[in-house]
């Protein structure tokens, strides 16, 4: 990899211009995936944003992005998925073995934000959208955040997902942990 990352951010709907400019703070260029074509640039590293994961997954399919997508996954490429991105990761792609459970949090606390910890990251912000979080997950995954005794930050080798939205706040401290992945 280069000294200046590029990181593809899945830009077919939901909060992608976040994360790039949460990228672009940290040091890494991140560029829009919105056709076939996008996915043949040089690529260390991909995000699926959150948003919403029933239209994300239709688009994937009728832009024909899924099978390019999963192929690079599958050989290694680093991955983030917050949010709808992680119930992607989970439940279509099959690239972290977790159990997912969407908008977990009912009506009432549909939106919140806490302070909380994740390893290897320490306290940050979390904030949740509408969130999924993990029901259980397999023995390989690395578990990195639990709250309230579910778990919202996980990792299986080159993925990484998380419940909440990092590129909501000013705290870049979570693409910093995804860019040590990058190698
Ligand atoms: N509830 C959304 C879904 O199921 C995820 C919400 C989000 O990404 N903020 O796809």
């Keep these: 990899m280069n000294s200046y990352p590029k990181i593809g951010v899945l830009a077919l709907q939901g909060g992608f211009s976040e994360h790039i400019r949460s990228l672009q703070s940290i040091g890494i260029e991140g560029f829009e995936i919105r056709k076939k074509q996008d996915l043949n640039r040089t690529i260390d590293g991909l995000v699926i944003p959150g948003g919403e994961s029933t239209v994300i997954a239709k688009l994937l399919d009728e832009l024909d992005l899924f099978d390019g997508l999963k192929d ?42 806490i302070d909380a910890e994740m390893k290897n990251v320490g306290m940050i912000p979390m904030v949740f959208i509408r969130a999924p979080y993990i029901e259980s997950a ?46």
């Design 138 to 183: 397999g023995k390989d995954v690395e578990i990195l955040s639990v709250v309230d005794g579910h778990i919202v930050a996980a990792r299986e080798k080159n993925v990484l997902v998380t419940s909440f939205h990092p590129e909501l706040t000013s705290d870049t401290r979570v693409h910093e942990y995804f860019k040590k992945l990058l190698s």
């Design 72 to 113: 690079k996954i599958d050989n290694g490429l680093p991955v983030f998925g917050t949010c709808a991105g992680l119930i992607l990761l989970a439940n279509r792609f099959h690239a972290i073995n977790v159990a997912v459970k969407r908008n977990a949090y009912g009506r009432q606390l549909g939106s919140f934000s």
